[in-house]
């Protein structure tokens, strides 16, 4: 049985209408660079493991403070054992990959008599300084990437003097409860783009693949933003009405001018239900993908150079003679099948041409969305070490929030005033209005 998430945006669980056969996006998708350079994965790695060390860590040092004293902080009971006084100066304490900084908790006023307070994760953490970088793969596979802390905390303070079960389960508590505070969040902002998606993740050996559906958004100001990140089905027009309800009921009210994503979702048949007025721009590569797998692989590599020639057109006029032309001749081929496939809903892969040319690049794909997906399965590999489909819900939300802090604001951001005020782009130029006789007077 499913456990409901809980929390004020508790939503009912959608029962799937068939089969969820959706799929992940394979790492093949190099149709379309992508939007923004992302970081060699050593480095990002790199950075997400000592940010976790460090947060990890300081963690492991307030529950172990809090065990000392025998209650949590403001938490008042009969017999005292000291009081905390504030913290340590910081300190650095080496890791594989450098060196954190931590602030110790400070413990006062034990009574006379009564063993003082020594810490055993950072005496035991220092003593192991030569095999730090084993430990901080173990600690980002098992405790990042899973949200499983014990197996952590097992090879921090040894087999036998582990942490309490209670405190694990507190640790593990916090990044749901920063997910559940998140995802009710008001949402202040104007919001241009949007683009939609989901990432398939399966969790322990549960037969069925979880779905994380995932929307970003492109603020007025430019920058991307992280929208909502919910478990659903990505083929189910139920999840995403969910999904999208959610945002309109947190304040995003104005409907976005664009949303952008694959075909095969049930995502757009909620868009028109939930934002009727928001126009439709199809993923060219997933279409284009979709074309080459019809195709013998022979034929991959000039199919592979017309169709960037076709999407990449200057014009819609040219994009529509260059894809009309390039299907008439894969149907003579007797690659029937390709040429449907290339022609089918058409009009909803030339909305880009209605905007900016500066903004094309980032409409034309869902690849704001593909660079964070390719990063989030960088470190779910091991996937079947999440034992529960929540631990791998929270991982997604805490990866994608840390890969989000890189992004990038859009080109040609100072094009958005425009269209907010209605001004009109054809073939991505801007077409001022003639003043008015009136206004010429």
């Given amino acids: 049985m499913r456990r409901s998430l809980p929390g004020c945006c508790q939503q009912e669980r959608p029962v799937p209408a068939g089969r969820p056969g959706g799929h992940a996006v394979s790492a093949r998708y190099q149709v379309l660079p992508p939007t923004a350079p992302v970081p060699a994965p050593e480095d990002v790695i790199e950075q997400l493991v000592r940010q976790g060390a460090q947060r990890l860590l300081e963690a492991a040092l307030t529950a172990e403070v809090d065990e000392f004293l025998g209650r949590a902080r403001y938490q008042r009971v009969g017999q005292l054992r000291g009081y905390r006084n504030g913290h340590l100066?910081?300190?650095?304490?080496?890791?594989?990959?450098?060196?954190?900084?931590?602030?110790?908790?400070?413990?006062?006023?034990?009574?006379?008599?009564?063993?003082?307070?020594?810490?055993?994760?950072?005496?035991?953490?220092?003593?192991?300084?030569?095999?730090?970088?084993?430990?901080?793969?173990?600690?980002?596979?098992?405790?990042?990437?899973?949200?499983?802390?014990?197996?952590?905390?097992?090879?921090?303070?040894?087999?036998?003097?582990?942490?309490?079960?209670?405190?694990?389960?507190?640790?593990?508590?916090?990044?749901?409860?920063?997910?559940?505070?998140?995802?009710?969040?008001?949402?202040?902002?104007?919001?241009?783009?949007?683009?939609?998606?989901?990432?398939?993740?399966?969790?322990?050996?549960?037969?069925?693949?979880?779905?994380?559906?995932?929307?970003?958004?492109?603020?007025a100001d430019g920058q991307k933003e992280l929208l909502a990140m919910e478990e659903g089905y990505r083929e189910s027009t139920v999840s995403w009405s969910q999904v999208l309800r959610g945002l309109r009921d947190r304040g995003l009210v104005e409907p976005p001018l664009v949303a952008v994503g694959d075909g095969a979702m049930g995502f757009w048949a909620a868009l028109d239900d939930v934002y009727p007025s928001t126009r439709h721009q199809r993923c060219w590569n997933h279409r284009a993908l979709n074309v080459l797998d019809k195709l013998p692989r022979r034929l991959h590599g000039e199919a592979r150079g017309r169709l960037h020639a076709i999407y990449e057109a200057p014009t819609r006029a040219e994009c529509a003679r260059l894809r009309a032309g390039f299907a008439q001749e894969l149907r003579a081929q007797g690659q029937a099948n390709a040429a449907d496939c290339l022609e089918r809903d058409a009009q909803d892969f030339l909305t880009f041409y209605d905007f900016p040319e500066e903004h094309w690049l980032h409409l034309r794909t869902t690849n704001p969305i593909e660079s964070i997906f390719a990063g989030v399965r960088l470190r779910t590999n091991a996937a079947k070490r999440m034992r529960v489909r929540e631990n791998a819900l929270y991982l997604v939300f805490k990866l994608i929030l840390r890969l989000g802090t890189n992004w990038r604001a859009i080109n040609g951001r100072n094009q958005i005033s425009l269209l907010l005020a209605g001004e009109r782009f054809v073939d991505g130029r801007l077409q001022r209005q003639p003043a008015t006789e009136g206004a010429a007077a």
């Fill in 89 to 219: 100066p910081a300190r650095s304490i080496g890791v594989g990959m450098g060196a954190v900084e931590i602030r110790q908790p400070r413990v006062s006023d034990v009574p006379e008599g009564a063993e003082p307070f020594r810490s055993e994760i950072v005496g035991r953490w220092e003593r192991r300084s030569r095999t730090q970088g084993r430990l901080l793969a173990r600690l980002y596979l098992e405790g990042l990437a899973s949200g499983d802390f014990e197996p952590v905390f097992r090879a921090l303070v040894g087999e036998t003097e582990g942490l309490s079960p209670n405190t694990i389960l507190r640790l593990k508590q916090e990044w749901e409860d920063e997910y559940r505070l998140w995802r009710c969040r008001p949402l202040g902002e104007r919001y241009v783009y949007v683009f939609a998606d989901g990432l398939y993740l399966k969790a322990g050996q549960e037969r069925e693949k979880t779905a994380v559906l995932v929307v970003i958004g492109v603020r």
